[in-house]
């Protein structure tokens, strides 16, 4: 697998089963350094989902609002979901390669919970193919 250079494209989510549980949430891609420490900070709403890449952990200090966040491994599958407010520190997760983050609560509504598996589709700027 190649790395994502910034961009924005589509999140799929999938059961552990394969099931598509939601399809084309808006994604913004941060892959550059310069874009992954910028992240969220300074935003007062998320349109869809951010996913940092490489990332093991984030933190929310200068964030206005509360995030979900999703540490996933290599293949994209998610080894855990948070609610972060603002001004925390999160513990880097040892096998997460890849974070995604989004306004709290709407991981839930798209069923990305641990063991589900995400896809990238359509990254404009970047990879374009299915990851």
Sequence with gaps: ???WRDGRGRLIVRA????VLTGGVPLEVSASYRARTRGLLGRDSVD???LLSPASGVHTFG?????DVAYL???LTVIAVR???PG????PRLRARHVLEAEAGAM????VRAGARVEVVGVVGGRTEAR
């Design 108 to 111: 839930s509504g798209w069923g």
């Design 83 to 85: 609610t972060m407010r």
């Design 16 to 19: 552990a089963d394969g099931e």
């Design 1 to 3: 697998m190649g790395r």
């Design 63 to 67: 964030m206005r609002i509360p995030i």
């Design 73 to 75: 491994d290599r293949q």
């Design 88 to 91: 925390r520190l999160g513990l």
């Design 48 to 50: 869809g989902a951010m």
